[in-house]
């Protein structure tokens, strides 16, 4: 048998992601989970021109694979998924943890529609679970009778997560009223998800969870997220965050 060549692939990005997510903490740990969390694909050059993109409109999902550009974790055999609560060890091909030999990310994301700008595409689509500037390497559109084939087995993510009550009353009416209605929903779906890591159980603790243009600071107490404060988020800034369980295992 031929052994596989050595020599680095070479991949180039085809396009860029913009979401509200602006760290890995609060970045869901799966495509889908934040339904409304919208972003936009934009295609770099020469892929932002129209020819490429003509009939996407008639798939309602897309498949992007992309880079995990953020500060990768080194390759590792084994990790702990978050969804095991982060005391079980299972072989990284058995997870989507990307602390893979390479960090390459897979994610379905829902088609809202195309734009055409000054010649230049923009794909808008929705359940992002991608950090806002991520690299796209390529795009594929969804085939249900292929990727969704019948009794299939989901092991260990049979259900979907848990999501906690989301309480506001801590925030002052200023500071609610400052936000959009859309950005309440993704962040209390966001925060519902819980996206601490899975070993803290500080009830007195306060997360930073940067999202849209705010720092939203909150404490998880008797398994209700307690949203404490909104703060506005400087472009430049480093919010104080929690590891996320998003990059240790999935």
């Known amino acids: 048998m031929n052994q596989p060549s050595n020599a680095a692939l070479q991949v180039q990005a085809i396009a860029i992601a913009r979401s509200p997510f602006k760290s890995r903490f609060g970045t869901p740990r799966q495509s889908g989970l934040v339904a409304d969390a919208l972003g936009v694909i934009q295609p770099i050059k020469p892929w932002h021109r129209q020819e490429a993109w003509v009939g996407i409109e008639q798939y309602s999902h897309l498949w992007l694979i992309w880079q995990v550009h953020d500060n990768p974790h080194q390759p590792a055999s084994s990790v702990r998924p978050p969804r095991l609560g982060g005391n079980v060890k299972l072989g990284v091909f058995a997870t989507r943890s990307p602390a893979r030999p390479n960090p390459i990310g897979l994610s379905l994301v829902k088609l809202q529609r195309v734009e055409s700008r000054n010649g230049h595409v923009l794909i808008h689509v929705s359940g992002l679970d991608l950090l806002d500037g991520t690299p796209i390497l390529d795009i594929k559109p969804h085939i249900a009778f292929t990727d969704c084939p019948k009794n299939s087995d989901s092991g260990m993510a049979r259900e979907e997560p848990i999501r906690l009550p989301v309480d506001w009353t801590q925030v002052p009416p200023a500071e609610r009223e400052s936000i959009s209605a859309i950005e309440k929903i993704v962040i209390e ?53 929690a590891p996320s369980p998003n990059h240790t295992g999935r």
């Open 189 to 241: 779906q966001t925060l519902a998800l819980d996206p601490r890591p899975a070993f803290h159980d500080d009830p007195e603790r306060v997360y930073h969870c940067p999202l849209f243009g705010w720092n939203v600071r909150f404490k998880v107490q008797e398994g209700v997220i307690i949203v404490m404060r909104l703060d506005a988020l400087s472009p430049n800034a480093q919010p104080n965050q």
